[in-house]
């Protein structure tokens, strides 16, 4: 990945025996879409000529303006490692615009550009490092997936023990193969659960990682007879699966979360980018937690925040301040999980943030007790507020944000609050096995 122009396009594509060319997309929900064209089509696709039918995507247009055109972001270019070597696929990130060259509104890479763009207006560059947790469950004869393992290590376990250990180093090969760098990766507590870590970059760039760190992970799972899902809490009774997200801002290519002098090593930015962040935290959860069952994740027992709190020396706070400094310092957000979309988590991060800072607003103090142990009326007494409880609850909550629903845009805040609220609904509908197998009995 990097900087190429169209004849550094068309030069890797005759040289490596490109024959397929995927023009790839996100939609409102964060689930990855794309049009395939062969090699004698990229002329016209990097004229931003191809286009499709938008009303077919949820989210995007009515039928009676559905048509869409994909402006492919050249930078992203990529060949697909696990595809036949000869005839190759490669793949090429889109940005979408309408027939008239704005823009489409609902496109979720735009509401990132469109936030990082006040960002680089106060000099700003916002830097991302996300943490993905993802469980490798077997698939049933049909080749269906299952949340069934035979498998029971734990954090940091290693084989023969973790039985993912080898899938998850083709999984590291291939990520470094398509130009990610890779810090670590490792077995997470629960059994089946795994992290791969990757670089901290510019964000933009982040967001585009973390849709093809999706992909080649459920691919090369694929590869070994396993399915890799990245749902937040797939099974009862174990820790669920976790997106955090490492954020820094710099200016003129310093680090200004950064301050020798604060006896935390914190600058006022950094603070301030803080308050900003717990002040929206509620309002951006139906982002940052975009699911039914990611709620199910965000309860007491399982390492999960609930609580709106941060400290710099204990785990169980909603933000957490790593120990290092200097140009690492970073403040970790731990509520987000895999599910959500990545433009848009990060877009509400950062305008959160920013929020913060240019009205300095101030977090309370810290909370470096265990909050995990604490009882309600202890919380109460040191004025912790908690997260949304459930998604009808986060959605009512990113309504009242004026600040959220701005950055998300009035398309994409009523189309998302209105899809979210009929997954509510159709939830609560529902008649699970733990209501038959506790009340049929009995009543």
């Known amino acids: 990945m990097g900087a ?10 005759e040289e490596e025996d490109v024959e397929f060319i995927r023009l790839q ?16 089509q990229l002329e016209k696709a990097l004229e931003n000529q191809c286009m499709f039918d938008g009303s077919s995507i949820e989210g995007f247009v009515r039928i009676e303006e559905s048509d869409m055109y994909l402006y492919p972001d050249l930078s992203t270019f990529a060949i697909f490692p696990w595809r036949p070597q000869q005839g190759k696929v490669a793949r090429i990130i889109c940005d979408i615009y309408r027939p008239n060259g704005r823009p489409f509104e609902g496109d979720p890479r735009y509401i990132l550009r ?18 993905c947790e993802f469980f490798l469950f077997h698939t049933d004869e049909d080749g269906q997936p299952t949340t069934l393992s035979h498998e029971r290590a734990g954090y940091f376990d290693l084989g023969p023990v973790d039985l993912g250990e080898n899938a998850r180093r083709d999984m590291v090969l291939t990520l470094e193969e398509m130009g990610f760098g890779i810090e670590a990766s ?5 059994p089946a659960q795994h992290e ?9 760039t982040t967001a585009d990682h973390i849709m093809t760190f999706k992909l080649a992970v459920k691919t090369i799972a694929k590869r070994f007879g396993l399915f890799a899902s990245f749902m937040p809490k797939p099974r009862y009774g174990v820790n669920g699966s ?18 020798p002098s604060d006896p935390m090593g914190l600058s006022q930015e950094a603070y301030y980018f803080m308050g900003g962040l717990m002040k929206h935290i509620r309002g951006m959860a139906a982002v940052t937690n975009p699911l039914v069952n990611s709620y199910k994740r965000l309860v007491p027992g399982f390492e999960a ?3 709106i709190a941060w ?13 290092a400094r200097g140009a690492a310092t970073r403040i970790e957000l731990r509520s987000p999980d895999p599910a959500a979309n990545p433009y848009l988590a990060l877009a509400v991060c950062l305008a959160a943030g920013l929020d913060g800072v240019k009205n300095q607003i101030k977090p309370p103090e810290p909370v470096d007790a265990n909050i995990f142990e604490m009882s309600k009326s202890e919380k109460q007494a040191l004025q912790i507020a908690s997260l949304p409880s459930d998604l009808y609850e986060a959605v009512q909550e990113m309504k009242k944000d004026a600040l959220i629903c701005g950055v998300l845009g009035e398309h994409i805040s009523e189309k998302y609050a209105k899809a979210k609220l009929a997954e509510w609904e159709a939830y609560q509908k529902q008649v699970t096995e733990w209501e038959i197998s506790n009340y049929l009995y009995k009543i």
């Open 242 to 259: 976790g997106m955090h997200i490492n954020m820094s801002v710099s200016k003129d290519g310093r680090n200004i979360f950064e301050d």
């Open 311 to 323: 400290s710099a020396t204990n785990r169980s706070p909603l933000i957490r301040i790593p120990a």
């Open 4 to 13: 190429y122009t169209k004849q550094d396009i068309f030069r890797m594509v």
């Open 305 to 307: 925040p609930m609580d």
């Open 196 to 204: 791969i870590d990757f670089h901290y970059n510019e964000c933009l």
């Open 114 to 131: 469109k936030t990082l763009v006040e960002a680089q207006g106060l000099g700003y560059q916002f830097d991302v490092g996300p943490e």
């Open 186 to 190: 490792h077995h997470e507590v629960a």
């Open 25 to 40: 997309f996100t939609d409102m929900f964060g689930t990855l879409k794309n049009i395939a064209i062969t090699k004698s």
